[in-house]
């Protein structure tokens, strides 16, 4: 298999935790390079990324990857359960990328623009729905070690990049105690752990500026 990812982006850390949870062998396409740019442009004209090359398959978008990844190489850790426990997993999935993620993206992306082209209603939007889900998301937490009643899934590594980067963005508060201690369980998980120190040497990328606590 080859990932086509680069290590400071939060999707691509989302599969590479999956990957790294089981220790799944794969070759790592990383976009700094420009051969692995010219290599994606070939399989996915759009250029976003991660894509995962897998025995001829061009599998797009992180939580299709991850699921693929449970079907057809799957591990010790189950990141996606069957039944009622599965669709715990995949719907905070889609709440972490929908809700944290995108809104997260928006806030970064605007300071990327110049000044002239900022979007100052829309970052206040996105400011707002994540001072609206981190409380839902706090209280979600209450009597839990990983966000799913199932351990360590698909919600989790979803959960890392988007409150990873989502924090420096747009703090989450102190008053948020269980959502901040996730946060932190997260960020001492070993394979959390390698994506994050992976990602270090990238960090000028990030336009608010990185904070060094992490």
């Known amino acids: 298999m080859k990932l086509y990812a680069h290590p400071f982006s939060s999707y691509s850390q989302k599969v590479l935790i ?21 290599e994606l442009a070939a399989l996915w004209p759009l250029k976003r990324f991660p894509v995962l090359l897998d025995d001829g398959r061009c599998i797009l978008e992180s939580s299709t990857i991850v699921t693929h990844l449970q079907a057809h190489h ?13 669709l715990e997993v995949h719907m905070l999935d889609r709440v972490f990328d929908n809700y944290v993620m995108t809104p997260m993206q928006k806030v970064v992306l605007d300071a990327l623009r110049p000044v002239t082209d900022r979007d100052r209603y829309g970052v206040a939007e996105a400011r707002e729905l994540l001072d609206q889900i981190y409380p ?13 009643d199932a351990g360590f899934t698909l919600a989790d590594c979803a959960a890392a990049p988007s409150l990873f980067y989502a924090d420096w963005a747009h703090e989450i508060p102190a008053g ?6 996730y946060r932190a369980r997260l960020l001492s998980h ?21 904070p060094a606590s992490d």
């Open 18 to 38: 999956a990957l790294y949870e089981n220790a799944t062998p794969f070759e790592y396409r990383n976009l700094e390079e420009p051969a692995a740019n010219a």
């Open 190 to 210: 070993p394979s959390i752990v390698r994506v994050v120190d992976e990602a270090r040497p990238f960090r000028h990328y990030f336009p608010l500026g990185a």
């Open 136 to 148: 839902w998301l706090d209280q979600r937490l209450e009597g839990r070690h990983w966000i799913a």
């Open 74 to 86: 799957p591990g010790p850790v189950c990141l996606l359960p069957p039944g009622d426990a599965g």
């Open 176 to 181: 948020y105690g269980r959502l901040r201690a």
